[in-house]
């Protein structure tokens, strides 16, 4: 069972003349099959500590645990390593890569180290953008998609890997309410019948009703962690 | 997937292909002409050494380039002449003359006597007629490619070289010169023209016999005759090459404008693959987000210059064999040895990896935290 647990992780920034602290030390501890919510105003520093728990930014302080390894002293291939296993990300825009097509983008995730792709991958890759809908658009370029199924590609894109850890920063913020409402909804399924560690960014309260626990930041500081009461058998909202 | 990647990248950003495209083939195509034209004239620099059949060549001391020589006498040629280890010793007489056109005009040209019936340095590629044309003591042969200045004369058709009456027997093809237009005569014709002392020659061709050691009999040679240059044909033409390079300019103006191509080349690629990858910095982003290495990165951008280089190293080399083959039979030197293409290709890549190293040091800068806003 995956876990990823934060111990007084901080951050600090340098506007060039003085160091500015985004993240005071913050101690988390992720579960599997919830979703989690980090929610604030801009400049809340919830980003950042996305961005850390997603090792694209190193803390200043403190130290993180993916199961028993400590992930804070990796070296940048090593961890570019841990997320090609153990993450998959969900950017604000879906950040396909144009010239590639739908199914390639979703492959690459796989396959951006090298080495030859599994025959399996493919049939998977289809299975999961079927599931997501997007049941046809495999061979399409991404500038042919609408920004809802986008972004649901590039929800395929961070699942083909079937990752412990799937990090998404705003991942609604582009979206029209109801394709929005169909990215949360996905999400939550993922997290709850697929047992993954899911953690979401957004200041959007529409957000807020998929959330198994809510996390408030303010001032680089969470202020609040609240827990849904949801079960794994219960419908998502 | 990381190649497919460069492949996707390239053909779906065409504008920046086609700017790379452009670097590549300016390279290939543009020192792949300098340097087809540079051998052809290297080739007419030491046309009459290379095609003699001779392997060594005895002429006056201190020779500078093969053009250059003092007569020598005819005693050296019987000196050589019963040498086992020679087949056979030939005399040729260079001069120069004005053809007298058949407008009246006159045309310098460089008069080759050899002797018969061998005619060893003699003429070797024929249009009209055969080199049985120059028993005929009267007999001259003159160029296809010259034929227009020297007014188009016909076969048989009589003029003078010199004040000498000569006919023309025969026609060449290719049989040109560095030095000017090239004409083949007896000895003794172009002694009358060339006004030269009898028994005096400008150098005498030695053939030797198979089982003859090259670099011994050489050395015989020198030692038999201490106040001659003997040389291997290959020496003289290497020696008459280095010294037209050198001393006309010619390998300082190639030279130039070769650097000068490549260097076009390279900006072009480099401006255009930084731009490229300027614009894909937050596609790399999110390559590295998702699990890839610098490295992985450096393979994307490496396999996209590979493969502009190879798209454009086809497209130059097509170019220029179109024009190497439209230009074969005309009056333009151009000649491109077997070895060039392979080395032009290796330059090219090279220059195009290295166009590529400003574009990877974006690319490699993109980082994954940026992805996040």
Redesign the interface.
């Known amino acids: 069972m995956t876990t990823l647990r934060l111990e007084k992780i901080a951050r600090d920034f340098s506007d060039g003349r003085q160091m500015r602290r985004v993240l005071l030390p913050t101690d988390l501890k992720l579960a599997l099959g919830e979703l989690t919510v980090l929610s604030g105003p801009s400049g809340s520093g919830k980003?950042t500590l996305?961005?850390i728990m997603?090792l694209?930014?190193r803390p200043s302080e403190g130290r993180m645990f993916l199961d028993t390894l400590e992930v804070t002293t990796l070296s940048?291939?090593r961890a570019?390593?841990v997320?090609?296993?153990k993450?998959g990300?969900v950017?604000?825009q879906p950040?396909l890569?144009?010239?590639?097509s739908v199914m390639?983008n979703v492959?690459?995730?796989?396959?951006?180290?090298?080495?030859r792709?599994r025959a399996d991958l493919r049939p998977k890759a289809e299975g999961i953008l079927r599931t997501l809908g997007l049941d046809g658009t495999a061979s399409m370029q991404p500038r042919l998609l609408s920004g809802g199924m986008k972004q649901r590609a590039s929800i395929a894109?961070?699942l083909i890997k079937d990752p412990a850890i799937l990090l998404c920063?705003?991942p609604t913020s582009a979206l029209d309410a109801e394709s929005g409402q169909a990215v949360m909804s996905i999400l939550k399924r993922i997290a709850l019948e697929e047992g993954r560690v899911v953690v979401v960014v957004s200041h959007d309260a529409r957000v807020f009703p998929y959330a198994d626990r809510l996390l408030k930041i303010e001032n680089g500081a969470v202020v609040s962690d609240t827990r849904e009461t949801y079960t794994a058998g219960r419908e998502s909202p | 997937m990381r190649s497919l990647t460069a492949f996707r990248m390239v053909v779906h950003d065409r504008s920046s292909t086609a700017g790379a495209l452009l670097g590549v083939v300016a390279i290939v195509f543009l020192v792949g002409q300098q340097l087809s034209i540079l051998f052809g004239l290297l080739n007419y620099m030491s046309v009459l050494v290379d095609h003699s059949g001779a392997d060594a060549w005895i002429m006056s001391a201190n020779l500078r380039n093969v053009d250059a020589g003092n007569l020598v006498s005819t005693r050296y040629l019987d000196r050589v002449i019963g040498l086992g280890e020679v087949e056979w010793a030939e005399p040729v007489l260079i001069g120069n003359g004005l053809f007298r056109t058949r407008d009246g005009s006159f045309e310098s040209v460089r008069v080759v006597g050899t002797r018969r019936p061998r005619m060893a340095g003699g003429p070797w590629q024929f249009a009209r007629a055969d080199e049985g044309a120059l028993l005929d003591l009267e007999a001259v042969t003159v160029d296809r490619l010259d034929l227009a200045k020297l007014g188009n004369p016909q076969l048989d058709q009589v003029t003078e070289i010199g004040d000498r009456q000569v006919r023309v027997g025969a026609v060449t093809e290719g049989v040109r010169a560095f030095q000017g237009t090239l004409v083949f005569a007896s000895l003794d014709k172009v002694s009358e023209i060339a006004r030269t002392p009898p028994g005096r020659y400008s150098a005498i061709l030695v053939r030797f016999t198979a089982n003859a050691d090259p670099a011994a009999t050489l050395a015989r040679l020198r030692a038999l005759l201490p106040e001659c240059s003997v040389f291997s044909s290959q020496e003289l033409s290497r020696l008459t090459r280095s010294y037209y390079v050198v001393n006309t300019g010619i390998g300082g103006s190639f030279g130039f404008s070769t650097v000068i191509a490549v260097l076009i080349g390279g900006v072009v690629i480099s401006l255009t693959m930084y731009t490229s990858v300027l614009s894909r910095s937050r596609d790399f982003a999110v390559m590295r987000a998702i699990g890839g290495r610098r490295r992985d990165i450096a393979v994307v951008v490496i396999s996209e210059a590979l493969i502009i280089a190879g798209i454009g190293l086809f497209a130059g080399f097509l170019m220029l064999a179109t024009l190497l083959n439209a230009t074969g039979g005309s009056s333009i030197p151009s000649y491109f040895p077997a070895q060039v293409p392979p080395i032009l290709a290796g330059g090219t890549l090279i220059v195009s990896l290295l166009g590529s190293l400003i574009a990877l040091r974006v690319a490699l800068k993109a980082e994954p935290a940026s992805v996040f806003h």
């Open positions: 980003t996305l961005s997603g694209v930014l940048d291939e570019a390593s997320r090609l296993k993450y990300f950017f604000q950040m890569i144009e010239g590639l390639e492959l690459l995730a796989y396959g951006v180290q090298g080495g792709l894109r961070a920063d705003e």
